[in-house]
């Protein structure tokens, strides 16, 4: 999650909570989500929520692609129930916009957000990792609702 101002200034980025018992797949920690975004709705009153819209990807196993699914739902619920306004993205909508004609790969968002963001690279470093393109897409996908005024 990135925080954009009206200028396209960073104010900020997060990774979503989650918990992780034993045995068990990650799950998102949804009480510090709702607390999250309603710091967010009451510090940021105007703020539009920019989230990409998750399709089917052929090979994902039924499991995963109903817990993609289950963790999309999870994560608008809350956004409603917090009063965020928010919009989908497409990826092939503003991949090509904000990364290339291609859309590109995971790489090639992380030196786009790198050219766009050069004073905030590090935060889509992840320590003796290299970059994370999690957090880089989001900047692009910010950057982009911002320069479209969604």
Same mark, same amino acid.
């Given at each position: $999650? ?6 396209? #200034?960073? @104010?900020?980025?997060? *990774? ?5 018992? &034993? ?50 739902? $999870? ?6 129930? #917090?009063? @965020?306004?928010?919009? *989908? ?5 503003? &991949? ?55």
């Amino acid at each position: $999650m990135v925080l954009l101002s009206s200028k396209g #200034t960073v @104010l900020g980025h997060r *990774k979503l909570d989650t918990t992780k018992e &034993k045995k068990e797949r990650k799950n998102y920690n949804l009480e510090k989500l709702a607390a999250v975004f309603s710091h967010i709705k009451k510090t940021y009153p105007n703020i539009i929520v920019c989230i990409e819209h998750l399709h089917a990807i052929p090979g994902l196993g039924a499991l995963a692609g109903f817990m993609r699914g289950y963790s999309m739902g $999870m994560l608008e619920m809350l956004l409603v129930d #917090t009063e @965020l306004d928010y919009v *989908k993205v497409i990826p092939s909508v503003w &991949k090509p916009v904000m990364v290339g004609i291609s859309g590109g790969d995971k790489k090639e968002a992380i030196l786009a957000a790198a050219r766009l963001f050069p004073d905030d690279i590090w935060r889509f470093e992840k320590p003796r990792k290299g970059y994370d393109d999690n957090i880089a897409e989001a900047m692009l996908i910010a950057e982009y609702c911002r320069r479209r005024a969604l």
